[in-house]
């Protein structure tokens, strides 16, 4: 599923791990981005707009690549060339990996992110989906959230963090769900079960986090929290992000 910016956009401003040199909006020129491209191909749509949106920045204190003209202490993305592989991001342990945009799997929108091992330089299976999954997981990850509360929603963060639909219909991302989860007191009154959206009119968008259906979601009044949401919800969809595709874009 294509990023969305709006929930990529307060992902980046409201979690901690994600420091941005510039003010929203006072990014790289387009002028450099293309540039860029005209060395490496085309970038990563999410990437692309970081770069124009913020220009330069890190994760967890380690700087993202940018591009030209960059600062003394910044990375130029188009050094990082390595073949089919496009490193923009080092992790800063000593034994950390390094992320690269898998140059050879473009898909029209985005590269495929993949990590490298520091010792032997294999590669890991698929990080993320595209750059904004790359900061989601990274996020989820440092957050004590895994990939995910369950698969459907971890596949959902490898490519967006969260999604706002026009009718108001809101996923969460790793920024938000657990904060969420918390106001309602999900564990307490739906322990089997993780609320994993809403649709801005007072209900919820619920989802079993282990058990034997992880993929169905349901709406149930918020206000109305119970044990059984199966019984006492809406089945909304078996497929989360088909059916967020096809409200997006249908």
Not at 108 to 117: I, L, N
Not at 218 to 223: E, K, Q, S, T, V
Request: glycine share 12%.
């Amino acid at each position: 599923m294509s990023a969305d910016f709006a929930p990529l956009r307060e992902l980046i401003e409201t979690s901690p791990l994600i420091t941005t040199a510039r003010a929203r909006g006072s990014g790289k020129p387009e002028a450099a981005v293309e540039a860029a491209e005209g060395v490496v191909g085309p970038l990563s749509q999410s990437y692309r707009w970081w770069l124009t949106e913020y220009g330069e920045g890190a994760f967890n204190a380690t700087e993202i690549a940018s591009v030209a003209p960059p600062t003394p202490d910044t990375v130029d993305v188009t050094t990082e060339l390595e073949g089919e592989r496009l490193c923009f991001y080092r992790e800063s342990d000593g034994c950390g990996g390094s992320f690269h945009f898998a140059l050879d799997q473009w898909d029209g929108e985005e590269h495929p992110v993949v990590r490298r091992d520091h010792f032997t330089g294999e590669e890991d299976e698929e990080f993320a989906d595209s750059f904004a999954g790359f900061l989601t997981v990274q996020v989820a990850l440092h957050s004590g959230l895994g990939e995910g509360p369950n698969p459907t929603i971890a596949r959902l963060w490898r490519s967006t963090p969260g999604v706002l639909l026009p009718n108001g219909v809101s996923v969460y991302g790793p920024h938000v769900i657990r904060e969420r989860n918390d106001t309602y007191e999900v564990r307490e009154y739906a322990p089997d079960w993780v609320l994993v959206g809403d649709d801005s009119g007072g209900r919820g968008l619920f989802m079993r986090h282990h058990g034997r259906d992880r993929t169905s979601v349901y709406a149930l009044d918020l206000g109305a929290v119970e044990h059984d949401v199966e019984a006492n919800g809406e089945l909304l969809t078996g497929d989360l992000v088909g059916w967020l595709a096809a409200e997006a874009y249908g």
